[in-house]
């Protein structure tokens, strides 16, 4: 199915966007967030987290692998890849207890956990343009495409 865009100027845009998913985000979901360091990654899933009741601090899980945030109606957990030296960390860490299938997974630099990591319902790429960030979003599943038409609708 097509892909989806959003171009997304500034800061403030990327966590108004992100928390606008809020409102239709049903768990069980895993969303892959890709792009370069400082594309947004991180700023989108703070913004989801405001959009979902969260008023806490949203760190980068950068050292941390992985930080949960358990919420009224499911416990997003916000993974960060970024310095697996080989993709069998995911198991050898036990992220896979977390990714149980009641959960939202959002994952940043998931391909360094190619072949244990689970697969994707949606993938969220963030690029750099001249005047800010451009985002495009693929399903991989039947619950992705209807997720991203609710948002999007
Ligand atoms: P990542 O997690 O992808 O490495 P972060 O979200 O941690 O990236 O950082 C994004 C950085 O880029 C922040 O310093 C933010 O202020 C800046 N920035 C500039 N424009 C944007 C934009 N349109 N969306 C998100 N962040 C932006
Ligand atoms: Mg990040």
Excluded: M
Aim: with cysteine; proline share 7%.
């Amino acid at each position: 199915s097509a892909p989806f865009f959003r171009f997304l100027p500034d800061e403030e845009a990327t966590l108004q966007w992100g928390g606008s998913w809020a409102a239709t985000l049903s768990a069980p979901l895993v969303v892959y967030l890709q792009g370069d360091l400082g594309a947004g990654k991180t700023t989108f899933t703070r913004g989801l987290l405001r959009g979902l009741g969260y008023d806490g601090a949203v760190k980068s899980p950068t050292y941390a692998i992985v930080e949960s945030y358990p919420l009224p109606a499911f416990t997003l957990h916000h993974f960060d890849l970024y310095r697996f030296t080989a993709p069998e960390e995911w198991d050898d860490a036990g992220l896979d207890d977390l990714a149980d299938g009641h959960s939202i997974c959002l994952i940043e630099w998931p391909q360094l956990g190619e072949g244990f990591a689970p697969l994707p319902d949606i993938d969220i790429h963030l690029g750099h343009t001249e005047t800010g960030r451009r985002a495009t979003l693929n399903a991989h599943t039947e619950t992705g495409q209807k997720s991203l038409e609710a948002w999007f609708k």
